[in-house]
């Protein structure tokens, strides 16, 4: 009876031994896979990005072009001489009209037909072309470095590199670091004799002249429910204070008393003058650039061209917070 005892506590003692190493084994084996596991996800990297094609690199330079605001296609530079830019675009646009996939995707973004552009058409894809070469897109990890490359040319001849980075990814995610030495600023007035700064005088209103009002009323009148928008001031009074100097422009007052049916035989109500301002500014919230026969206009969220009979055609609407709309 004891050796049976002896036998049955034997038996289950080894069974015992066998479950333990058994359990011993599949801890090692769930160690080794898990770190296996945590070495692959800690390997993974995303695919490096090759060369954009034609068709990603126009889409990221233009997401990199409205990031900044830059969404009109003749801007500064093109003011400064139109006659030489237009002299240029007649040069530069046969090279552009020799690549039709370039052409084509140029001329799609601004909505404009590539087998029927005129003059001013021509003009618009040249300097939206000229903008876009500017741009320059070197492969990081899964982005791309955004480059300017006149900048980068210059910091080559000078031997300074740009102060910043941006980079787009290919859904068009714009990101912008820049670099900046940050200078403590030193005082020798004790923190207790510091005074808060008075509010900063409200300065007068100053008009300038406006250019082509009658064509700024037609991109207007082009509008539904045009609004005006309140300066930050808010103060009625510089508002009414500078009629007279809309007054003195006389092609504009003219334009605005036509809209507003003003008569000068009794004089003017402080609530006329007022009014008349905020005319002034609706108008001078149009930027009107002329070509060759039409002009480049952007209004609110709106970029197009307008002819001088007041045709109007819409090629970009942005994103826009409702005003002056």
């Known amino acids: 009876m004891t050796e049976v005892r002896l036998y049955t506590a034997g038996w289950v003692l080894m069974k015992f031994v066998k479950l333990l190493q058994y359990l011993r084994k599949a801890t090692w084996v769930g160690l080794a896979l898990g770190c296996c596991s945590l070495f692959s996800t800690g390997q993974t990297q995303p695919a490096p990005l090759g060369t954009p094609d034609l068709p990603t690199s126009i889409r990221l330079k233009y997401a990199v072009l409205e990031s900044r605001g830059d969404v009109v296609p003749c801007a500064a530079h093109f003011r400064q001489d139109r006659e030489t830019e237009i002299s240029t675009a007649r040069q530069v646009f046969p090279e552009i009209q020799s690549n ?5 995707l140029i001329a799609g973004h601004m909505n404009l ?33 955004v480059i300017k490359i006149a900048q980068e040319q210059s910091a080559e001849s000078t031997d300074q590199s740009q102060k910043g980075w941006t980079s787009v990814d290919l859904n068009g995610e714009v990101m912008s670091l820049s670099v900046q030495t940050l200078v403590p600023a030193v005082s020798s007035v004790p923190f207790r004799d510091i005074k808060p700064v008075p509010p900063a005088p409200v300065p007068p209103i100053i008009v300038s002249k406006v250019e082509f009002p009658e064509l700024r009323y037609q991109v207007l009148d082009s509008f539904p429910d045009v609004r005006y928008c309140p300066s930050r001031f808010e103060n009625r009074q510089r508002e009414i204070d500078a009629f007279s100097q809309i007054q003195a422009d006389q092609e504009t007052f003219k334009e605005i008393s036509s809209h507003l049916h003003l008569k000068s035989d009794m004089g003017f109500s402080d609530e006329q003058k007022l009014l008349a301002y905020r005319e002034y500014s609706k108008l001078t919230a149009v930027t009107l650039d002329f070509l060759v026969s039409k002009s480049q206009f952007k209004y609110a969220a709106y970029v197009g061209l307008i002819n001088h009979a007041g045709q109007v055609k819409i090629f970009r609407m942005l994103q826009h917070n409702n005003c002056p709309l």
Request: with cysteine.
């Open 113 to 145: 037909n590539p087998e029927a552009l005129g003059d001013d058409e021509r003009v618009l894809v040249y300097c939206e072309y000229q903008k876009l070469q500017e741009i320059g897109l070197e492969p990081w990890k899964d982005k791309y470095r």
């Open 100 to 104: 039709s996939q370039l052409l084509q």
